[in-house]
């Protein structure tokens, strides 16, 4: 069974530019996650879609993050524009429903300049 | 707001020895419990989850859990090399995987 595919695995941005994530969860899962991992730090919940509608985005900057799950499979996570202290990864995650396991993609490093 | 709060580390421990890690949580609501391995430049992967109070164990892996003290920890006997790695504690509400992460614990484990 394929895993959560993400992409770009890296990416180096000076700020102020924008910068797009994608993520494919496995299939069937309902459930998707999008976390930022700042170094030395555990990864921190930015928003939650259960299917193509929106669960929990409280602690997203929604001046600048922008997140969609279009036909409740893809999901892509937009910064623009991006601030130095953007610099993390981005994880991926998803999980069967709600209540179920959450199984992580490699991750998007980003590095803003 | 949630918190999760663990040891930094790094924990140095000998090969073969038990490596013991520490987390708490503030929310008194919380009802699942998970420890996550995570080892440089990869993802979390779950290694163990817990809901009751008292032990549970997989293998070499014990999550012990006292919900009154709000205190979760992860044993890890005979401790290999292989385990070094950073441990992240996770929490989650009722019925909910929205997971609150610490920052986790790094280990090493010196051969």
């Known amino acids: 069974e394929a895993g959560v595919a993400q992409s770009p695995r890296y990416k180096i941005i000076e700020k102020r530019q924008s910068v797009a994530f994608w993520c494919n969860p496995i299939s069937g899962h309902a459930t998707l996650y999008w976390y930022q991992q700042i170094l030395g730090q555990g990864p921190k919940l930015l928003i939650q879609f259960q299917n193509n509608g929106v669960v929990d985005d409280s602690q997203l900057p929604k001046d600048r993050f922008s997140a969609e799950r279009l036909k409740g499979v893809d999901s892509t996570l937009k910064i623009q524009p991006a601030k130095l202290e953007d610099s993390a990864v981005y994880l991926c995650?998803?999980?069967?429903?709600?209540?179920?396991?959450?199984?992580f993609g490699e991750g998007s490093r980003l590095t803003v300049l | 707001q949630k918190e999760v709060e663990q040891n930094s580390g790094p924990l140095s421990v000998p090969e073969g020895a038990i490596a013991s890690l520490n987390c708490t949580y503030s929310d008194r609501g919380s009802q699942s419990f998970f420890w996550y391995r995570q080892y440089s430049g990869k993802s979390p992967e779950l290694i163990m989850f817990?809901?009751?109070?008292g032990d549970k164990e997989d293998g070499r892996f014990t999550a012990q859990l006292n919900k009154a003290s709000q205190y979760v920890s992860l044993l890890i006997r005979d401790s290999q090399p292989s385990d070094s790695a950073t441990y992240l504690c996770?929490?989650?509400?009722?019925?909910?995987?929205?997971?609150?992460f610490g920052k986790g614990t790094k280990l090493s484990v010196i051969p």
């Open positions: 817990i809901y009751s109070n």
């Open positions: 995650a998803s999980s069967l429903d709600l209540a179920g396991e959450l199984f």
């Open positions: 996770a929490v989650s509400g009722a019925g909910s995987y929205q997971l609150t």
